[in-house]
Every structure is written in C-alpha cells, then in structure tokens.
C-alpha cells in the first residue's frame, strides 16, 4: 500500500512538473533496439522552428530501455543541437519513468526527468504521452504509432516545448523508425 502512495505521489509531481520527449515511446521488449526519425515543424510566437531528430534505443533489460538521440533546430538566422542520452524503466507493460541528461551544443548538459505511457489503440495503432522536465524546460508529446509491419512503424504526433525566457514551441511532426 506505501509503495502505491510513493508510486502515485511520484508521477503526480511528475506530471505536474511537466514536458515531454522527443522520441515517440515504442515498445520493446529485452534484446530488441529500435532506430528512428523524426521531423517537426514547431512554432514559438510566429516564428518557425524545423527540428529533426535521429535515435537509437535498446531494451538491456526485462524493465529497462536505453537510448540516446540526436537533435537539430534550424532557427531562422541560427541553428543548433542537442544530444540526449536516456533510460526508461518501465513500470508495467504500458506506464515508465524517464531520467537522461540533455547536452545543449550553446549551453550546459541538464538533466531530465520524466513519465511515459503508451496504449493499443487499435490492431496496429498504438497511442502514446509523455512529459519530462529539467531545471530550464518542460517538454511534452503525444501521438501515435502505426504499425507497417512487426518491425517499421510511422509515427504522427504533437509537442510542445517551454524554455525558460523564451516563448512556447508547438507544433505537429512525423515520423519513421524500425525496429530489429
């Protein structure tokens, strides 16, 4: 019973905290390892802001996925990047905590925390949420996976990124990532 009120205070703070993750949640069992893209075309206060984003994540364990990924912002008149290295550790079949560290190519590694869900929506649709946070951003995302087969999938979702000093950056991405 103290490890439901622990579990249930936890992802509460998490959530209220905030933000997301740029790689969709996929499931993978121990041994398999996913690579993925992705493309976004956010807007923060009418300005457009292209992000692309490459990942490769493994399940070293039952509970446990590892991952690190790769992301660029083309910001008109400057770019910049971001490398993210992470584990989840999934609670249940559909529920995980998220902790990484995040390196700014203009600033200072922050680490990141955070809380992910996924769902079957239908045969071969597979919804998902996420939130992480750090000291200087929030972060969220949900969407959806749509199976082609037992190892590529296309993904469609919606995230929103708040800098600290800085405006809202919303927007709709797409993208591709396969699973072996």
Same mark, same amino acid.
């Given at each position: 019973?103290?490890?439901?009120?622990?579990?249930?205070?936890?992802?509460?703070?998490?959530?209220?905290?905030?933000?997301?993750?740029?790689?969709?949640?996929?499931?993978?069992?121990?041994?398999?390892?996913t690579i993925g893209y992705n493309h976004y075309d956010l807007d923060a206060a009418g300005q457009n802001?292209?992000?692309?984003?490459?990942?490769?994540?493994?399940?070293?364990?039952?509970?446990? *996925?590892?991952? *690190?990924?790769?992301?660029?912002?083309?910001?008109?008149?400057?770019?910049?990047?971001?490398?993210?290295?992470?584990?989840?550790?999934?609670?249940?079949?559909? *529920?995980?905590?998220?902790?990484?560290?995040?390196?700014?190519?203009?600033?200072?590694?922050?680490?990141?925390?955070?809380?992910?869900?996924?769902?079957?929506?239908?045969?071969?649709?597979?919804?998902?949420?996420?939130?992480?946070?750090?000291?200087?951003?929030?972060?969220?995302?949900?969407?959806?996976?749509?199976?082609?087969n037992n190892q590529a999938a296309l993904h469609l979702g919606y995230k929103s990124y708040k800098e600290?000093?800085?405006?809202?950056?919303?927007?709709?991405?797409?993208?591709v990532n396969y699973k072996f």
């Open positions: 019973m103290m490890k439901k009120k622990i579990l249930t205070i936890l992802t509460g703070s998490m959530l209220v905290a905030s933000v997301s993750f740029a790689a969709p949640i996929t499931d993978l069992q121990q041994g398999e390892s802001i292209d992000t692309d984003s490459f990942y490769l994540e493994n399940a070293i364990a039952d509970k446990v *996925i590892v991952g *690190i990924e790769r992301n660029s912002y083309s910001i008109p008149g400057a770019d910049a990047k971001t490398t993210d290295v992470y584990a989840h550790y999934k609670l249940d079949q559909n *529920i995980r905590l998220i902790v990484g560290n995040r390196d700014y190519s203009n600033g200072p590694n922050k680490m990141f925390y955070g809380i992910g869900a996924n769902t079957n929506l239908a045969p071969k649709l597979d919804g998902y949420a996420s939130v992480t946070s750090s000291s200087i951003a929030t972060e969220w995302q949900t969407g959806v996976n749509y199976k082609l600290d000093g800085a405006a809202t950056a919303d927007g709709l991405g797409f993208g």
